[in-house]
């Protein structure tokens, strides 16, 4: 469910800022024992939603296939049993690359806190306020916006999330008149 997401990634940041660490989480990429297996609208989603979140290592589960034994099965990940690529493998490969891209800025920001437009879904629900330096035209959209804080300069940056991966979002907002650029 979506609260959960959203609520572990926010827990995961409050224990990695107690003691001071960075935190990591997987990105589940295949189907295993009863869960589902995302598609690469599904990876994206968990991947940009745990960016936003503040998370600085990612790694998949699984990136290849393991062998099913007595107590748990699996279903293709991005790599198969064999050694092939899936159907996952170009899709991952792309979101990678610009996760490789971010990677650098990303680095040097802290993620504060984490906003939310639309429907809301429970307990770690925070709505976004209404002055931040970013906003949407329509608050109807399922979005999430991070407060992150370049560890150097203080500057503030954000990363919108669609958090909807199964209906691509066309998103028009507005900006803060002191951002110079986006």
Request: net charge negative.
């Amino acid at each position: 469910a979506e609260s959960t997401l959203w609520d572990q990634l926010a827990y995961n940041r409050t224990i990695g800022r107690r003691l001071g660490v960075n935190t990591a989480t997987y990105v589940q990429s295949m189907a295993w024992n009863n869960c589902n297996r995302p598609n690469a609208d599904a990876i994206r989603y968990q991947v940009y939603a745990s960016l936003a979140a503040g998370v600085k290592q990612l790694s998949y589960f699984c990136w290849q296939t393991p062998r099913a034994n007595q107590y748990e099965t699996y279903g293709p990940a991005v790599i198969d049993i064999d050694g092939n690529p899936t159907d996952l493998f170009e899709p991952v490969s792309k979101i990678n690359a610009a996760v490789q891209a971010l990677g650098p800025t990303l680095m040097k920001l802290d993620t504060e806190d984490v906003y939310f437009t639309g429907q809301n879904f429970g307990a770690g629900w925070k709505d976004l306020p209404a002055g931040f330096f970013i906003t949407p035209v329509d608050w109807e959209q399922n979005l999430a916006f991070s407060l992150m804080q370049d560890k150097v300069s203080g500057h503030a940056y954000s990363m919108m999330v669609n958090r909807d991966y199964m209906k691509p979002a066309k998103v028009s907002f507005k900006a803060d008149e002191s951002i110079k650029t986006l």
